[in-house]
């Protein structure tokens, strides 16, 4: 290693960078129309195959050119799959077609390609300016975003290197190595970057401790063991932008001084192991990774590692004994890996998004990260908003926007015209927060402080339909069955808090229950040997800090008052708007629970009935005659005819 | 020689030593479970032996602490009697309280733990969830009582620094989690029958011969 100006590395860099000019030049100047299409696990799981499929039969069937570019994902779930089609000759900006099916492919190529007609009707806006569509950057999804991580992710194809260096990757690699570790360890402590895996501890800080730590050998680890239920940013990262998450990979190991690095990946995200398997090998070939990179004296080799999707295997410690071959299970620490890691190697584990803004942290320098974000958060956060929200998906947003901001502008607020209950932020480990905290704004200490937690960036919205104690109940029960067994607080601890709140959702609630869960919260988040039971009680005690009066009703009078709990719930039809002779409801319940009164209407066998709610969607909006309530007993009592023939028997 | 201040009194420990180690060794008692002193890293997984070191928010594992001079401890606040208590608590809402007729009467851990923390075997408020399996007769010399066992893995332990490699291990996840021997393929390349390490170290009376009567 040789820091200083070496003409070398940048000979080596801009062969290649010219190649990928080259490609990029003639890919761009070519009248042909590119067809882009959003190829991540999310556009795949909404069809995006069948519409690639779709599109290649019918420009053969038409004989019309075309260059089919499958992208990552642009984070916008809800419009999935997501088509970008940029036809130069006909006059119009590249185009943003949300939601387009195998049929509308083939409309497109017929309408569009073939005689120029776009069909406004199926356009959700335009990539740039221009005097003919609307432009995207008009709706605030989109102008109120602020792309680091996300910029390259929906616009290059992950599995071309080629397109990664094309849009500047890799260039700051090739900078960087001609710098001093030292120098690139300031500048990351200046630009504030806190670790995105969910604590926030400063990476800069983290890279100074494994730079400092004396050994032979070092190893640097990408987690990209995501296990939050809901949340899929480092997933979609990785399919989407791989290199950059290498390119961020390398520079660490450059600057603390490591030649082995492991990408920690969860074997349940087959693509994202395809893809970023892939890149490590195009990386490779081309010099950018393995012995003397760029001609330099550094190497660096990189593994993939498959997890096998224990949630506590994100937890460093239990990460390091799974790819040891032990069982998941944590460690006390101190030592911290970075001073006793794997294999006894003093290792640093930075999560997908850390690592992935390093490259454009270096790259634009220290302060213009500063300048995003708050003082003690600087640069942006990554969520995967999904629940009850209009426009579900991956937003990157600086920090300090306020969850108001992010759900109700952004993401376009609660659908169906509900009222918004409750933000879950943090996936199991963060916590619940009711409306007085929609002005908080997004950033590390203010969501500690609130008590939820950033964590790695899960965010549930729920409507007034939501019931607090059934939310707490469903964590907990990922939490407990995700515990390793290991200690005693989260081994037993969680399975009592699920049990007492199991029986709470059933109407079993006894007096000092809720007392029972916050003394045993407390204890557990106390004396819990690592950070999964030291946060899994957190949704129980915020949202019984924050919806108290809803546990206090489930004890007390059995109520359920969002209508969620269905031990709690009933269903009845109100005889003055139930309709004469309709049997939509009858038709549709599935277990026969629906019997006709003497004068021809309706009522429900309260023994049958397993409060389904198909007979509320079946029946008619002109008589809306369904009612639910909570506690079961409110419903008046309808006598049922017995039935005659069952009489005879 | 470290020299430290424990609730109040002056004691002096081998250098190097742990905090729970060092209070042993001077007739402190600390309640714990999972700790050996030859254990290189202390598995820390009882959560009992909490005390407060001055500098420190949190009460802290001794186990994992090793001594320094001039450190300030108490073993005896409100703060660390409230985790231990509900550790026994939690351990004791899934364990078969059923002295009388166990081997380990009056010699037990948790009898032990549970008189100096003044906590009742049949603590009120927890409801008690107990394995279906009674006993474990898989290995072929040892029966295993999953419904007394703490987990505290000494078993484990003891067991691969005697032979080399272990008998029994971790098997299952979460709150299911057990010791388990898996069958006699294990065991019968070991000399069992003739160590007795597991069985000895047993804090609680959860692994017995067979030949003991079974029951009891």
Same mark, same amino acid.
């Given at each position: 290693?040789?820091?200083?100006?070496?003409?070398?590395?940048?000979?080596?860099?801009?062969?290649?960078?010219?190649?990928?000019?080259?490609?990029?030049?003639?890919?761009?100047?070519?009248?042909?129309?590119?067809?882009?299409?959003?190829?991540?696990?999310?556009?795949?799981?909404?069809?995006?195959?069948?519409?690639?499929?779709?599109?290649?039969?019918?420009?053969?069937?038409?004989?019309?050119?075309?260059?089919?570019?499958?992208?990552?994902?642009?984070?916008?779930?809800?419009?999935?799959?997501?088509?970008?089609?940029?036809?130069?000759?006909?006059?119009?900006?590249?185009?943003?077609?949300?939601?387009?099916?195998?049929?509308?492919?083939?409309?497109?190529?017929?309408?569009?390609?073939?005689?120029?007609?776009?069909?406004?009707?199926?356009?959700?806006?335009?990539?740039?300016?221009?005097?003919?569509?609307?432009?995207?950057?008009?709706?605030?999804?989109?102008?109120?975003?602020?792309?680091?991580?996300?910029?390259?992710?929906?616009?290059?194809?992950?599995?071309?290197?080629?397109?990664?260096?094309?849009?500047?990757?890799?260039?700051?690699?090739?900078?960087?190595?001609?710098?001093?570790?030292?120098?690139?360890?300031?500048?990351?402590?200046?630009?504030?970057?806190?670790?995105?895996?969910?604590?926030?501890?400063?990476?800069?800080?983290?890279?100074?401790?494994?730079?400092?730590?004396?050994?032979?050998?070092?190893?640097?680890?990408?987690?990209?063991?995501?296990?939050?239920?809901?949340?899929?940013?480092?997933?979609?990262?990785?399919?989407?932008?791989?290199?950059?998450?290498?390119?961020?990979?390398?520079?660490?190991?450059?600057?603390?001084?490591?030649?082995?690095?492991?990408?920690?990946?969860?074997?349940?995200?087959?693509?994202?192991?395809?893809?970023?398997?892939?890149?490590?090998?195009?990386?490779?070939?081309?010099?950018?990774?393995?012995?003397?990179?760029?001609?330099?004296?550094?190497?660096?080799?990189?593994?993939?590692?498959?997890?096998?999707?224990?949630?506590?295997?994100?937890?460093?410690?239990?990460?390091?004994?799974?790819?040891?071959?032990?069982?998941?299970?944590?460690?006390?620490?101190?030592?911290?890996?970075?001073?006793?890691?794997?294999?006894?190697?003093?290792?640093?584990?930075?999560?997908?998004?850390?690592?992935?803004?390093?490259?454009?942290?270096?790259?634009?320098?220290?302060?213009?990260?500063?300048?995003?974000?708050?003082?003690?958060?600087?640069?942006?956060?990554?969520?995967?908003?999904?629940?009850?929200?209009?426009?579900?998906?991956?937003?990157?947003?600086?920090?300090?926007?306020?969850?108001?901001?992010?759900?109700?502008?952004?993401?376009?607020?609660?659908?169906?015209?509900?009222?918004?209950?409750?933000?879950?932020?943090?996936?199991?480990?963060?916590?619940?927060?009711?409306?007085?905290?929609?002005?908080?704004?997004?950033?590390?200490?203010?969501?500690?402080?609130?008590?939820?937690?950033?964590?790695?960036?899960?965010?549930?919205?729920?409507?007034?339909?939501?019931?607090?104690?059934?939310?707490?109940?469903?964590?907990?029960?990922?939490?407990?069955?995700?515990?390793?067994?290991?200690?005693?607080?989260?081994?037993?601890?969680?399975?009592?808090?699920?049990?007492?709140?199991?029986?709470?959702?059933?109407?079993?609630?006894?007096?000092?229950?809720?007392?029972?869960?916050?003394?045993?919260?407390?204890?557990?988040?106390?004396?819990?040997?690592?950070?999964?039971?030291?946060?899994?009680?957190?949704?129980?005690?915020?949202?019984?800090?924050?919806?108290?009066?809803?546990?206090?009703?489930?004890?007390?009078?059995?109520?359920?008052?969002?209508?969620?709990?269905?031990?709690?719930?009933?269903?009845?039809?109100?005889?003055?708007?139930?309709?004469?002779?309709?049997?939509?409801?009858?038709?549709?319940?599935?277990?026969?629970?629906?019997?006709?009164?003497?004068?021809?209407?309706?009522?429900?066998?309260?023994?049958?009935?397993?409060?389904?709610?198909?007979?509320?969607?079946?029946?008619?909006?002109?008589?809306?005659?369904?009612?639910?309530?909570?506690?079961?007993?409110?419903?008046?009592?309808?006598?049922?005819?017995?039935?005659?023939?069952?009489?005879?028997? | 020689?470290?020299?430290?201040?424990?609730?109040?009194?002056?004691?002096?420990?081998?250098?190097?030593?742990?905090?729970?180690?060092?209070?042993?060794?001077?007739?402190?008692?600390?309640?714990?479970?999972?700790?050996?002193?030859?254990?290189?890293?202390?598995?820390?997984?009882?959560?009992?032996?909490?005390?407060?070191?001055?500098?420190?928010?949190?009460?802290?594992?001794?186990?994992?602490?090793?001594? !320094?001079?001039?450190? &300030?401890?108490?073993?005896?606040?409100?703060?660390? *009697?409230? %985790? +231990?208590? /509900?550790?026994?608590?939690?351990?004791?809402?899934?364990?078969?309280?059923?002295?009388?007729?166990?081997?380990?009467?009056?010699?037990?851990?948790?009898?032990?733990?549970? !008189?100096?923390?003044? &906590?009742?075997?049949?603590?009120?408020?927890?409801? *008690?969830? %107990? +394995?279906? /399996?009674?006993?474990?007769?898989?290995?072929?010399?040892?029966?295993?009582?999953?419904?007394?066992?703490?987990?505290?893995?000494?078993?484990?332990?003891?067991?691969?620094?005697?032979?080399?490699?272990?008998?029994?291990?971790?098997?299952?996840?979460?709150?299911?989690?057990?010791?388990?021997?898996?069958?006699?393929?294990?065991?019968?390349?070991?000399?069992?029958?003739?160590?007795?390490?597991?069985?000895?170290?047993?804090?609680?009376?959860?692994?017995?011969?067979?030949?003991?009567?079974?029951?009891?």
């Amino acid at each position: 290693m040789n820091p200083g100006k070496n003409e070398k590395i940048d000979q080596k860099f801009s062969a290649i960078l010219e190649a990928a000019e080259r490609r990029r030049k003639a890919f761009t100047e070519t009248p042909v129309p590119k067809i882009h299409i959003g190829m991540a696990t999310c556009g795949i799981a909404s069809g995006a195959l069948e519409t690639k499929k779709a599109f290649e039969e019918i420009l053969a069937e038409r004989n019309v050119e075309a260059i089919i570019h499958p992208v990552g994902c642009i984070g916008h779930c809800y419009a999935e799959p997501v088509v970008i089609i940029d036809h130069p000759d006909s006059g119009f900006p590249p185009i943003f077609y949300p939601e387009v099916t195998a049929g509308k492919a083939q409309m497109l190529v017929k309408l569009f390609l073939g005689e120029g007609d776009p069909r406004f009707e199926h356009i959700l806006g335009a990539t740039m300016e221009n005097d003919l569509i609307p432009s995207l950057m008009e709706f605030p999804r989109f102008n109120q975003e602020k792309r680091v991580v996300m910029e390259k992710c929906g616009h290059i194809n992950p599995e071309d290197i080629y397109d990664y260096i094309a849009e500047g990757g890799y260039s700051t690699l090739a900078k960087v190595l001609q710098l001093s570790p030292d120098e690139i360890i300031n500048e990351v402590e200046h630009s504030g970057l806190r670790g995105r895996g969910g604590a926030g501890f400063p990476t800069g800080r983290k890279w100074k401790l494994a730079r400092n730590t004396v050994a032979q050998e070092k190893i640097v680890i990408c987690n990209a063991d995501e296990g939050d239920p809901g949340a899929y940013m480092d997933r979609t990262i990785l399919e989407s932008n791989p290199h950059q998450v290498i390119e961020g990979m390398a520079i660490c190991a450059y600057a603390v001084g490591a030649h082995k690095a492991v990408v920690y990946v969860r074997s349940e995200y087959p693509l994202a192991v395809n893809i970023v398997t892939k890149a490590i090998g195009q990386a490779e070939e081309l010099g950018l990774l393995g012995k003397g990179i760029l001609g330099s004296g550094f190497d660096l080799e990189i593994d993939v590692f498959q997890g096998s999707g224990a949630f506590v295997c994100g937890e460093e410690t239990a990460l390091i004994r799974s790819i040891e071959g032990y069982r998941g299970m944590p460690r006390h620490r101190p030592p911290y890996p970075v001073q006793k890691g794997l294999w006894n190697t003093p290792t640093i584990i930075n999560n997908v998004k850390t690592l992935a803004s390093v490259p454009p942290i270096l790259d634009n320098g220290a302060a213009w990260y500063r300048d995003i974000g708050t003082e003690n958060s600087p640069g942006t956060a990554i969520f995967s908003i999904v629940g009850n929200v209009v426009h579900a998906g991956l937003v990157e947003i600086p920090m300090g926007v306020s969850l108001r901001s992010l759900i109700f502008d952004i993401c376009g607020g609660i659908p169906n015209k509900k009222k918004f209950k409750a933000v879950q932020i943090g996936g199991p480990s963060g916590g619940c927060l009711n409306e007085d905290f929609l002005d908080t704004p997004i950033d590390f200490d203010s969501l500690t402080e609130a008590g939820a937690m950033m964590g790695s960036g899960g965010m549930v919205v729920m409507d007034e339909d939501t019931c607090m104690v059934e939310v707490a109940r469903y964590f907990l029960d990922f939490t407990q069955k995700e515990s390793c067994g290991k200690c005693t607080f989260c081994r037993i601890g969680t399975y009592h808090l699920l049990k007492i709140l199991q029986r709470l959702t059933k109407g079993e609630g006894l007096d000092g229950d809720l007392e029972l869960l916050e003394t045993l919260s407390r204890d557990i988040k106390a004396g819990s040997l690592c950070g999964l039971g030291k946060t899994a009680p957190n949704p129980v005690l915020t949202s019984l800090k924050y919806f108290r009066e809803e546990y206090e009703a489930h004890v007390k009078e059995k109520r359920c008052p969002a209508l969620m709990c269905r031990a709690l719930t009933a269903f009845y039809f109100d005889l003055d708007l139930c309709a004469r002779g309709c049997d939509a409801c009858a038709t549709c319940c599935p277990v026969d629970a629906v019997f006709t009164t003497s004068n021809r209407k309706k009522g429900v066998d309260q023994e049958l009935c397993v409060k389904c709610g198909e007979c509320l969607v079946a029946c008619p909006p002109e008589y809306d005659a369904v009612r639910k309530v909570s506690p079961p007993n409110l419903v008046p009592f309808i006598e049922k005819i017995p039935d005659k023939k069952e009489e005879g028997r | 020689m470290p020299k430290l201040r424990v609730d109040g009194k002056e004691i002096e420990t081998k250098q190097g030593t742990t905090l729970l180690q060092g209070c042993l060794d001077n007739d402190i008692y600390i309640p714990n479970l999972c700790f050996l002193e030859s254990m290189e890293d202390p598995s820390a997984s009882c959560r009992m032996c909490f005390v407060e070191i001055e500098g420190e928010k949190q009460p802290i594992t001794s186990c994992t602490v090793n001594v !320094k001079d001039d450190m &300030v401890v108490k073993t005896d606040t409100p703060a660390v *009697r409230q %985790l +231990q208590r /509900t550790a026994l608590r939690l351990l004791l809402s899934v364990h078969h309280v059923d002295c009388k007729h166990c081997p380990a009467n009056k010699k037990c851990e948790l009898q032990r733990i549970a !008189k100096f923390l003044k &906590v009742g075997l049949k603590p009120k408020g927890l409801e *008690r969830y %107990l +394995q279906e /399996t009674e006993i474990d007769r898989n290995h072929p010399f040892i029966n295993h009582y999953p419904n007394r066992c703490v987990l505290c893995g000494k078993c484990v332990h003891i067991c691969r620094r005697q032979h080399g490699q272990s008998v029994w291990t971790f098997a299952q996840r979460g709150f299911d989690t057990v010791i388990s021997a898996y069958g006699e393929a294990g065991a019968s390349s070991l000399t069992c029958g003739k160590c007795d390490a597991c069985v000895k170290i047993c804090p609680v009376g959860a692994l017995t011969f067979k030949d003991v009567q079974e029951d009891g």
